[in-house]
């Protein structure tokens, strides 16, 4: 069985406390993952009114339900289920946003394994539908988080679809996709890129 | 604590056989929920191209994920969260369209009671980011099923914050809401009325 990263490792290892190293190598990330950088950004831009985009609830099979007592719904039984859509949507001047956000470790690619073929075809469908598609990817070791849109991720998608590289090397991930801004609020400013790709190139 | 409708009675009510009575009224369901209608109807959308629209996961909160192997995680104390969102999104014709859909047995109005203030509030933030946002409301007793644009519905919504009436009349929605095509395939033609209302009356 499947199950999201996020959720694994918070059920495994619930609290690493400062524990920074992994291999002798310090990360970037002063303990922010990417999806709580998302969410606070998320939370940000709905206060303020720029957009409205969620995260979507885990999807689980539910199996059985206990009721200690009248009011309450206990989940004694469930399992992950693989999510059949990408994570992230919402609306943006009226657009439909859609994305899925990864990030990687590894300092030299980003490797495809980190995303299933299913959630790649449903991006496809939504960018043929006229939304604003994209994957966030994170490099952790670098602090660089990027906006690739999904018209720059489908080629190299493709030929590894076709037997080909079965990643994305940072090179080309630097040279086809946006450098996101990062700060303190929000964390990681993913609309003005945005902006800038969707926008006010006279999309 | 809260849950959603479906599961409850997923749960409580596995299989009524064929029982169609309530109160000595006859359904006029023929054993289909709205939500399995739209379901397949989105799924149609789907495979045909017109549109991408999933319904969302139901939001769980995760306590404890046990893994009896390697390979199988499994989560043994959960609990429903009411949904801060509405029940369905996606993109159609570049827009983003978000809904919510919910069915009633009663045969004289809609009571309020069956949404959420915050899912009409991330209904109305949707709306004003340029959205097509609106709620599916079947009349069980009548198999009608009536797409109401949030733009009509929040006048009726707004009076009964301000303490007025808790429901909105059935004359009232079939005034004020469009009464959906249903049949084979798809079982409920919502983006037709989409059209009609969103696309073709210039906006």
Redesign the interface.
Known sequence: ?K?PKG??SQ??RPAKSGRSFDGGIKYGQRGMTLEKDLDQTNQYY?ES?R??I?K?????Q?V??D?PSR???????????VP??SDY??????????FEAKETRNDQRFPFINIHAHQVN?MK??H????VVFIIIRFSLYDESYLMPIEHFLPFWDLFQEGGRKSIRYQDIKASALLLKQGMNPRISYLDAVDEFYFENGE
């Open positions: 069985m199950y959720i694994k059920a495994k709905l009114g957009a409205v969620h979507k609830p885990t999807p689980v539910i059985n339900v009721y009011n309450k719904a206990k989940i004694d039984e469930a399992y992950f289920k059949s859509t949507n919402g609306v943006y001047r009226g657009r439909y946003i859609d449903h469908q939504c043929e539908q006229g939304g």
